[in-house]
C-alpha cells in the first residue's frame, strides 16, 4: 500500500501562482509514472498532467499546456505541479496518482492504482 499526501493548495487570484507537491510514502514497487488530476464542482475527473518516473517525460492538458509544468524528485518520491497564470476555471480539487504497472497511456485515472486526498485549488477573478 501506498500512502500520497498532496500540499500546497489555497486561494489565488487570477494570474497568480501555486505549487502543489505530492509525497509519497515508501512503496514496494517501482513508480512508473505519477500524475494530478483535478475535479470540480459537478465534473468528472480530468488529467492535468503525468511524468513518466524514469525517463521524465511529460504530458499535459491542453488546458494547462504553458502554464503548468510537472515535475519530480526522485529520492524524495515527490511530484510537484507548479502552476502559474491561474484562471478560475482552473478552480478544484487536485489529486496526485501514482502508477505501479506500466501504461501506455497516463492521461486517464485508469492507469494509476493510488490516490490521494486532494487538495483543494480556488482561483478568483
Known amino acids: 500500500q501506498v500512502q500520497l499526501v498532496e500540499s500546497g493548495g489555497g486561494l489565488v487570484q487570477a494570474g497568480g501562482s501555486l505549487r502543489l507537491s505530492c509525497a509519497a510514502s515508501?512503496?514496494?514497487?517501482?513508480?512508473?509514472?505519477m500524475g494530478w488530476f483535478r475535479q470540480a464542482p459537478g465534473k468528472e475527473r480530468e488529467f492535468v498532467a503525468a511524468?513518466?518516473?524514469?525517463?521524465?517525460?511529460?504530458y499535459y492538458a491542453d488546458s494547462v499546456k504553458g502554464r503548468f509544468t510537472i515535475s519530480r524528485d526522485n529520492p524524495k518520491n515527490t511530484v510537484y505541479l507548479q502552476m502559474n497564470s491561474l484562471k478560475p476555471e482552473d478552480t478544484a480539487v487536485y489529486y496526485c496518482?501514482?502508477?505501479?504497472?506500466?501504461?501506455?497511456?497516463?492521461?486517464?485515472?485508469?492507469?494509476?492504482?493510488?490516490w490521494g486526498q486532494g487538495t483543494q485549488v480556488t482561483v478568483s477573478s
Open positions: 515508501r512503496s514496494t514497487f517501482r513508480t512508473q509514472a
Open positions: 511524468i513518466r518516473w524514469t525517463l521524465g517525460q511529460t
Open positions: 496518482a501514482t502508477e505501479k504497472t506500466y501504461r501506455t497511456v497516463v492521461t486517464v485515472t485508469g492507469a494509476y492504482d493510488y
